[in-house]
């Protein structure tokens, strides 16, 4: 298991920015793919984002041109830029990390315990 720590969820007005951070533990963080995913209320969990250990992204229809995802093998850190925020983007975001060659909208890996985003209108 690998324990992740998400930071950087708040309040925000749409249209602005946030920057969600993932830390981890762990000696093997750069073979781990790292996704974000989040919550809405009444809804289930949904992918958002996800960097693979070779730095492939992959994106969410929903978020394609608004979020970027990055890691920082040396910081042991997964980082989601979220710009021009919509509220509908108002969710508990939580980050994940998973074996490599994994379907991103299977629910495996370690998860953090989330951190809350929310987007005013």
């Known amino acids: 298991q690998v324990q992740l720590v998400e930071s950087g969820g708040g309040l925000v007005q749409a249209g602005g920015s946030l920057r969600l951070s993932c830390g981890t533990s762990g000696n093997i963080f750069s073979i781990y793919n790292m996704g974000w995913y989040r919550q809405a209320p009444g809804k289930q969990r949904e992918f958002v984002a996800g960097?693979?250990?070779?730095?492939?992204?992959h994106y969410a229809d929903s978020v394609k041109g608004r979020f970027t995802i990055s890691r920082d093998n040396a910081k042991k850190t997964v980082y989601l830029q979220m710009s021009s925020l919509k509220p509908e983007d108002t969710a508990v975001y939580y980050c994940?990390?998973?074996?490599?060659?994994?379907?991103?909208?299977?629910?495996?890996?370690?998860w953090g315990q989330g951190t809350q985003v929310t987007v005013s209108s």
């Open positions: 994940n990390a998973r074996p490599p060659l994994t379907n991103w909208r299977s629910d495996i890996g370690s």
């Open positions: 960097v693979t250990s070779g730095t492939t992204t």
